[in-house]
């Protein structure tokens, strides 16, 4: 179950970064001329608290342990081979359930670090683990719009 979240935090990161990176490459051509200001979030920490991809985790696990029970008790009798077969049915409709609910998260996080970065007014925002040096982090203040504390 671990390695199902490294692997979830892992595609989420990368789907953030894309994100950003396209962001800030349309941003950034049409306003070369201009001084930018840049912040960054804790994407980790992010993914771990921020209240939508908690949410939709709870309900994947409970789906998760649903459709566990569901296979045992559908591939008791069968053989080997249609229980893979069953088995690559019911992880495909997981990860289908999945993606749909982590792309919807994940927009909510995006729209949140954008609201928060113009509110400090920031040209860009970085994941925090391509940051070097400098910046500023927003990580608190992108959890707290989204909680509302």
Known sequence: MQKRYKIIGLVATMVVL???????????????????SVGYVDMARLSKDFPDLKASRDVL??????LQGEYDKASASLSKDEKVKLFQEYQTKLDAKKESMLAKAFEKVNQTISQVAKEQGLSMVFDKQVVLYGGKDIT????KKATGK
Do not use: F, M, P, Q
């Open 140 to 143: 608190s203040e992108v959890l």
């Open 18 to 36: 894309a994100g950003i990176v396209a962001g800030i490459t349309n941003w950034s051509i049409s306003r070369a001329d201009k001084v930018a």
């Open 61 to 66: 696990e409970k789906e998760t342990a649903r």
